[in-house]
């Protein structure tokens, strides 16, 4: 999935300058169809562990199911 190499390259800070960009969602979200594999089926990756209290209602949820229930896309 080469278009997900750059942008996880860098400080926190650096990442989510990168992931604001329009183009880089948009380059990824297509590597998700032209390389699928177990890192993106969504339906199946879920989240583990919040990090943060706030964040704990969405422990064992799919991505799939966080991009519904925050309204946002699962890339």
Same mark, same amino acid.
């Given at each position: ?12 800070? /650096?990442? %989510?300058?990168?992931?604001? #960009?329009?183009?880089?969602? =948009? ?21 583990? /562990?919040? %990090?943060?209290?706030?964040? #704990?209602?969405?422990e064992g =949820?799919?991505?799939?199911q ?10």
């Open positions: 999935m080469p278009n997900w190499v750059q942008p996880l390259v860098g400080n926190a800070e /650096e990442r %989510a300058g990168k992931l604001r #960009e329009p183009s880089v969602r =948009v380059a990824m979200k297509q590597d998700t169809i032209d390389w699928p594999n177990f890192r993106t089926d969504f339906d199946r990756m879920r989240v583990l /562990e919040a %990090a943060f209290q706030r964040n #704990e209602k969405y =949820v799919s991505i799939n966080l991009a519904v229930m925050t309204g946002k896309e699962p890339v």
